[in-house]
């Protein structure tokens, strides 16, 4: 395995990161929902122009994970969306996990995990959290090998399709 280079993103990886962003939704969830669901979703919430404004958003923290130059996998942070039992909390969010599916389980997530944790503790933040498709039974064990337990649910709307999701978190 080559060596996994993380850094963070910065305004010129917006249009890499949109472009991955679509690829890997697609690749991880096509084949588990309708083309319409999947096609509504991914024009709403990952077009190309709004995964752009969310990379070079002050709001928005990404760290990037390279293998050979090429992205692998990324890492997106924000700690607006607080779900209301954690609203008291200070805690980041893991908004979206991404690995390029021939990389998984090949380090890009740990690599990307410790890159988390790093920023979240670099800003005095005490918890991490995320929610995860309760069918993602690979990124569950990940999230729970990493330190992660399920503490509520969440519905999820891909499309017209309403989906259940764990909300996870893990002390710092």
Not at 53 to 62: A, G, M, R, T
Not at 92 to 119: N, Q, T
Not at 131 to 146: D, G, H, L, P, S
Request: with cysteine; charged share 30%; glycine share 4%.
């Amino acid at each position: 395995m080559s060596t996994i280079i993380v850094r963070r993103a910065t305004k010129k990886d917006a249009e890499i990161v949109a472009d991955f962003s679509r690829k890997s939704f697609y690749d991880t969830y096509a084949a588990l929902n309708t083309k319409e669901d999947m096609d509504d979703y991914m024009s709403e919430h990952l077009s190309k122009e709004l995964m752009m404004d969310q990379v070079c958003s002050l709001k928005n923290i990404f760290y990037l994970a390279f293998v050979n130059n090429e992205l692998a996998g990324y890492i997106q942070l924000n700690d607006e969306n607080l779900p209301a039992s954690l609203k008291e909390m200070n805690c980041l969010e893991i908004v979206r996990f991404y690995a390029a599916k021939e990389m998984i389980g090949k380090g890009i997530g740990s690599s990307l995990m410790r890159a988390g944790i790093d920023h979240a503790r670099s800003i005095n933040k005490n918890l991490l959290w995320l929610m995860v498709w309760q069918k993602n039974t690979r990124a569950i064990e990940f999230y729970k090998k990493w330190g992660f337990e399920i503490f509520d649910t969440n519905v999820f709307k891909l499309g017209k399709d309403l989906q259940d999701d764990w909300v996870m978190k893990k002390s710092l």
